[in-house]
C-alpha cells in the first residue's frame, strides 16, 4: 500500500533556529513530490520535486529529494513566527490521478 | 485573480440532513478533487474529476457524492450516510490529473454536525 510518513509530527523552536522536515514515501513509481504550508486554511504550495539531488529554494526555505532513500526534507533556516503552521507533504505515483498526502508536521515557532 | 472559491466556509447539520458544499474555479483547470481533513490526519481523497460529467471514487468517498456539470464547478454533497462528517473539507484543482501537476486549493469549508 503506498504510503507517505512524515516527521516529526510536531516541533516547537525559538525564532531564528533552523529546523529540518522529513517526507519519506513508499509509492509505485514515483512521479513527484509536493510541498505545502497549511496556516490556516489553504495549503499553499511551497515547491515541486521530480528529480533526486536538485535543491530548491525560495528564501529561507529549501528542499530535495533522495530517490535513492525514497525521502525528502524541507529546510527552513532563521525561522520566523510566520513560519508557524502545518507543513504537508504528498506524493504521486505514474499512471495514478491521486496525490498521497502525509499526516504533516505542525511547526510552532516561539517569539 | 484565479482561484478557487469554497462556499459556505462554516456549516452546521443537524443529524439526519444532506448538506452541499460548492467549489468554483476559474483556473480553467481540468482536474478537480475533493479533500477531507480530520485532525491528526493526512488529506484523504473523497472524489475526483479529470473532465466534466465524469468523476471517480477517492478512498473514502461513501456516504458522499458529487457532480460535474460545468468544468468550473464540482459540488460535494454530504449525506445522511456519511456517519462521521464533522471535518474540514478542502476542494482542489490541478491542470490535469496525472503527470506532476500542482494542486491549487480553495480557504476550505468546516462543517459540524449537531
Known amino acids: 500500500e503506498d504510503k507517505v510518513v512524515q516527521s516529526p509530527l510536531s516541533l516547537v523552536v525559538h525564532e531564528g533556529d533552523t529546523v529540518t522536515l522529513n517526507c519519506s514515501y513508499e509509492?509505485?513509481?514515483?512521479?513527484?513530490l509536493l510541498w505545502y504550508k497549511q496556516e490556516k486554511k489553504a495549503p499553499t504550495f511551497l515547491f515541486m520535486l521530480?528529480?533526486?539531488?536538485i535543491e530548491k529554494k525560495s528564501g529561507r526555505l529549501s528542499s530535495i529529494l533522495d530517490k535513492k532513500e525514497l525521502s525528502s526534507i524541507l529546510n527552513i533556516t532563521a525561522t520566523q513566527t510566520g513560519d508557524s503552521a502545518i507543513y504537508l507533504c504528498?506524493?504521486?505515483?505514474?499512471?495514478?490521478?491521486?496525490?498521497?498526502f502525509g499526516t504533516g508536521t505542525r511547526l510552532k515557532v516561539l517569539a | 485573480d484565479g482561484g478557487i472559491t469554497q462556499s459556505p466556509k462554516y456549516l452546521f447539520r443537524k443529524e439526519g440532513q444532506n448538506v452541499t458544499l460548492s467549489c468554483e474555479q476559474n483556473?480553467?483547470?481540468?482536474?478537480m478533487y475533493w479533500y477531507r481533513q480530520d485532525p491528526g490526519q493526512g488529506l484523504r481523497l473523497i472524489y475526483y474529476?479529470?473532465?466534466?460529467?465524469?468523476?471517480q471514487k477517492g478512498d473514502i468517498a461513501e456516504g458522499y457524492s458529487v457532480s460535474r456539470e460545468k468544468k468550473e464547478s464540482f459540488p460535494l454533497t454530504v449525506t445522511s450516510a456519511q456517519k462521521n462528517p464533522t471535518a474540514f473539507y478542502l476542494c482542489?484543482?490541478?491542470?490535469?490529473?496525472?503527470?506532476?501537476?500542482?494542486?491549487?486549493f480553495g480557504a476550505g469549508s468546516r462543517l459540524t454536525v449537531l
Open positions: 482542489a484543482s490541478s491542470i490535469k490529473s496525472s503527470g506532476a501537476n500542482v494542486l491549487t
Open positions: 509509492v509505485t513509481n514515483f512521479r513527484s
Open positions: 521530480t528529480s533526486s539531488g
Open positions: 504528498a506524493v504521486r505515483g505514474s499512471g495514478t490521478y491521486k496525490y498521497i
Open positions: 483556473l480553467n483547470h481540468d482536474a
Open positions: 474529476s479529470q473532465i466534466v460529467n465524469d468523476f
